[in-house]
């Protein structure tokens, strides 16, 4: 049991914004919707908190469809921007529970300890002005994990933050949503938050559902090319090329540079092709090679003897090249 | 007498009035705070839902009546002195209720005047608010009316600064007290009235006195908010700054602002 949706549309100036068929986030397990920016991600969560008005379909909790109000209740949601009061820290991880008629005291009582799960409990008496970005984003999540809810929704909640604060915040939630029995829908456009954090995964593309499952299989399997360039295959290797029936993508940092006639593939495919540029990107190194079929991109952490304009094998093991259909998924306007 | 020497006699008479406790000057002063904190308060009960409905309402005109209350804030006293007086006049539409000259009378035009300074205000402080603040309210399970609470709440400070102006401009203004209340000793005479009799009449002194004494009572009311605000700023500046440097409640921020 937990929150779901049926037929959910979201309209803007007669326009679809979203149209998703069914969605469900158990209770205890966590969702990752992933997407790029402009995709939906937002105005879904905030349709599922009845924050936005649905043009169509309905919010159901535990399979019943609820009124607004209850729904609401079951729900807590840090959005995209925190924004937090004008009061002290502790203050602020307990004003989800005053704004559902909590006394001061008691709220403040039941948030501290979210406040210690989030690494901030020695912030707790500072006036939230004075935070930074990434404690500003801890209080802002203690505050709606302090209100126990059912439903817990997160929209990009590590955006903004260095990769070393986004690194330890993610392992504190992680931490902190296994203690949890709330359904959690976490909206985000990075897979690797995905991974860390999400049972289940949902790729959104333009405002529609095109895949969901297990988050290991859903970021190693793409379901077609646009899911294929979200999940990062983005080095694509079509059927002229290969001498396959389909296109086959890869991520370009499985993808190896050979030289001609040299050890094949284990399995796999060799598409020959000319040097066009040598990126240093620092660590690893970016190598743009031209086909018979245009560009495609290798990323490598070995060094690059082959000069611009030499010709070049890209190699990609059988474990690495993913089959993809021809053609994308219909955009929502078509079929909603 | 020169014109220093008027004024130095004026000061020391003025400072032997209220030291000395003249009825007649405490009396006065009694009036006057009775009558403007009554205004202001009956401005902030009808201004703080206005203004509400202004920054936060969706209907139509409401660009419109966000304008005419920003104009509102420069009503001329004399003007709404005017318009009261021929409300209440004995064979006016409210004649019937028998309150010019009375205190209820000086009440009811103050608060006209400060209505609308309180509601324009209230609007412009809650829209100084993030914008997405009622939202995120509401994203935490408030109702509307919780929310909205929590926004009057976040944006206490200049709320206190807009019932702080609706007081000064009534404590201060002559136009519509002398209309309405007629000035008469004892009843409905406030320290703006006497003092523009005592400078006609020639008495200075008195006329400083009481000029003094509102003054002090400006003083004394935009101390206790000063402070307010100070204890209330320095909460949020006690601590060492750090480098991304947010300021949730106030105006989105760069480094807050999500780009995605």
């Known amino acids: 049991m937990g929150i779901s949706c049926r037929s959910l549309r979201v309209t803007d100036r007669g326009r679809h914004r979203l149209a998703v068929d069914f969605l469900e986030v158990a209770d205890g397990e966590t969702v990752a919707v992933l997407g790029p920016n402009g995709a939906g991600k ?114 990009e909640p590590f955006t903004g933050l260095d990769a070393t604060t986004r690194a330890d915040l993610i392992a504190d939630l992680r931490t902190a949503l296994d203690q949890s029995t709330a359904a ?120 690059v003897t082959t000069a611009p304009g030499d010709p070049v094998c890209v190699a990609v093991d059988a474990g690495n090249a993913r089959e993809c259909p021809p053609r994308d998924a219909a955009p929502i306007e078509d079929t909603a | 007498m020169g014109a220093v020497d008027v004024l130095l006699d004026g000061l020391l008479e003025a400072v032997r009035l209220l030291l000395t406790g003249d009825e007649d000057t405490w009396s006065v002063t009694a009036l006057t705070l009775q009558v403007s904190l009554t205004a202001t308060a009956v401005a902030l009960l009808l201004g703080v839902p206005f203004g509400t409905a202004l920054a936060l309402g969706r209907f139509g005109g409401r660009r419109v009546l966000l304008a005419a209350a920003n104009t509102g804030m420069g009503l001329p006293p004399v003007v709404v002195g005017l318009f009261v007086t021929v409300l209440l006049w004995r064979s006016g539409p409210l004649g019937a209720l028998g309150l010019l000259y009375t205190p209820t009378a000086m009440v009811i035009a103050q608060a006209v005047i400060a209505t609308p300074i309180v509601a324009a205000l209230t609007a412009a402080a809650l829209q100084q608010v993030d914008p997405g603040f009622l939202l995120q309210m509401r994203a935490l399970g408030a109702t509307r009316m919780r929310a909205t609470a929590a926004l009057l709440a976040e944006a206490r400070l200049p709320l206190l600064a807009a019932g702080l102006a609706g007081f000064g401009a009534v404590v201060s203004e002559v136009g519509a007290a002398q209309m309405v209340g007629g000035n008469i000793e004892g009843q409905t005479r406030v320290l703006t009235t ?67």
């Open chain 2, 194 to 260: 006497a003092a523009v009799l005592a400078t006609s009449r020639g008495q200075f002194a008195l006329a400083i006195a009481f000029g003094l004494v509102l003054l002090a009572i400006a003083f004394a009311v935009n101390l206790f908010v000063t402070l307010a605000q100070q204890r209330e700023e320095a909460k949020g500046a006690g601590a060492p700054a750090t480098e991304e440097r947010t300021a949730p409640g106030s105006r989105p921020s760069g480094a807050a602002r999500s780009s995605s």
């Open chain 1, 184 to 303: 959690v829908l976490l909206v985000t456009h990075d897979r690797d938050e995905a991974a860390a954090l999400a049972h289940r995964t949902a790729l959104l593309l333009r405002g529609r559902i095109r895949q969901v499952g297990a988050t290991a299989d859903v970021l190693d399997s793409p379901a077609d090319l646009e899911c294929a360039r979200l999940l990062g295959y983005t080095t694509h290797l079509p059927s002229e090329l290969t001498g396959h029936d389909v296109l086959l993508v890869a991520r370009p940092e499985r993808c190896r540079l050979v030289v001609p006639g040299g050890a094949p593939a284990r399995h796999g495919v060799v598409v020959a092709g000319t040097l066009r540029r040598v990126v240093p990107l620092g660590g690893t190194t970016r190598v743009d090679v031209d086909t018979a079929a245009g560009p495609i991109a290798v990323l490598t952490t070995t060094e």
């Open chain 1, 42 to 155: 937002s105005t879904l969560l905030r349709a599922l908190a009845h924050l936005e008005p649905a043009a169509g379909g309905e919010v159901l909790l535990d399979g019943e469809p609820v009124p607004p109000a209850q729904l609401r209740a079951a729900v807590a949601a840090v959005l995209q921007r925190p924004v937090l009061q004008r009061a002290s820290v502790l203050d602020n991880a307990a004003a989800g529970l005053r704004l559902r008629g909590m006394r001061r005291a008691r709220a403040r009582l039941l948030a501290r300890p979210w406040l210690d799960a989030l690494g901030i409990a020695h912030l707790a008496d500072r006036h939230a002005r004075t935070l930074s970005g990434g404690e500003v984003q801890r209080v802002a999540i203690a505050r709606a994990l302090a209100v126990r809810s059912r439903v817990l929704l997160l929209d």
